[in-house]
C-alpha cells in the first residue's frame, strides 16, 4: 500500500534529550513537511523540504533540524534547544508543491518529562 | 507572511442543525484545500478550490471559494455525529507552501 508512515506513535524522552522523529512515504512525492499541532491550535509548519538534499524553514523552526538525504525520508530532530517541545508531530507529502493535496502521517506524540 | 484565520474555534451543534466554518486569508491566495480531522486522528483532504467563486459540493458538504479568493466557507447541511471533528481551511500561496488555519472543532449532540 502506498502512503506515509511516521513512527513512533507515541514517544517520551527527558529533557535536554535530543531526539528524532521518523518519516518516510512511499508515495514518489518530492515535497515533504513537517508540523506541529498543539491543543486548540492549528497546523504550524516547522520544515519542508522540496526536492532531496534541500529544504526549507517553517515559521516554527528554532529548536528543530532535518535532513533530506533520500526522497522517500524526511526525518525531524527535535533538539534540547526546544523550549516547549512536547506535542504532536504530522509529516506530510505531496506532489510537486503545494497546489496538490497533502498526504499525512499518523503522527507521533512527542512527551517531553 | 502568509496568515489564515479561521472560526469559529468550537462549535456545539444538535444533530440534524447547519454547521459553516469561515476562513479568511490575509493576502490573495492561488487555492483554498480543506481537511478533516477525526479525534485522535490526522488529517485527510477533502477538497480544494482553486477558481475566485467557486463552489463544490460533497454530498452534505458545500465549498466555496470567495470572489477575491481570500476566503472561503465550508457549510454541512443536517449534521450527523459522523461529521465530529476538527475541520481545517489551509491556503496557498505564492510561497509554494500551505498555511493553515486554527480549524474548527465540530461536536455534534445526538
Known amino acids: 500500500d502506498g502512503g506515509i508512515t511516521q513512527s513512533p506513535k507515541y514517544l517520551f524522552r527527558k529533557e535536554g534529550q535530543n531526539v528524532t522523529l521518523s518519516c518516510e512515504q512511499n508515495?514518489?512525492?518530492?515535497?515533504m513537511y513537517w508540523y506541529r499541532q498543539d491543543p486548540g491550535q492549528g497546523l504550524r509548519l516547522i520544515y519542508y523540504?522540496?526536492?532531496?538534499?534541500?529544504?526549507q524553514k517553517g515559521d516554527i523552526a528554532e529548536g528543530y533540524s532535518v535532513s533530506r538525504e533520500k526522497k522517500e525520508s524526511f526525518p525531524l530532530t527535535v533538539t534540547s534547544a526546544q523550549k516547549n517541545p512536547t506535542a504532536f508531530y504530522l509529516c506530510?507529502?505531496?506532489?510537486?508543491?503545494?497546489?496538490?493535496?497533502?498526504?499525512f502521517g499518523q503522527g507521533t506524540r512527542l512527551t517531553v518529562v | 507572511g502568509q496568515q489564515v484565520m479561521q472560526i469559529p474555534q468550537y462549535q456545539h451543534v444538535q444533530e440534524g442543525e447547519d454547521f459553516t466554518t469561515y476562513c479568511n486569508s490575509s493576502?490573495?491566495?492561488?487555492?483554498i484545500q480543506w481537511y478533516k480531522q477525526r479525534p485522535g486522528g490526522h488529517p485527510v483532504f477533502l477538497i480544494q478550490?482553486?477558481?475566485?467563486?467557486e463552489v463544490k459540493k460533497q454530498k452534505r458538504l458545500t465549498f466555496q471559494f470567495g470572489e477575491a479568493k481570500k476566503n472561503s466557507s465550508l457549510h454541512i447541511t443536517a449534521t450527523q455525529t459522523t461529521d465530529v471533528g476538527t475541520y481545517f481551511c489551509?491556503?496557498?500561496?505564492?510561497?509554494?507552501?500551505?498555511?493553515f488555519g486554527s480549524g474548527t472543532q465540530l461536536t455534534v449532540l445526538p
Open positions: 489551509a491556503g496557498g500561496g505564492s510561497a509554494r507552501q500551505l498555511t
Open positions: 506530510a507529502s505531496s506532489a510537486t508543491g503545494m497546489n496538490t493535496e497533502a498526504f
Open positions: 523540504s522540496q526536492i532531496v538534499n534541500d529544504f
Open positions: 478550490l482553486v477558481k475566485s467563486g
Open positions: 508515495l514518489n512525492h518530492d515535497a
Open positions: 493576502t490573495t491566495l492561488s487555492n
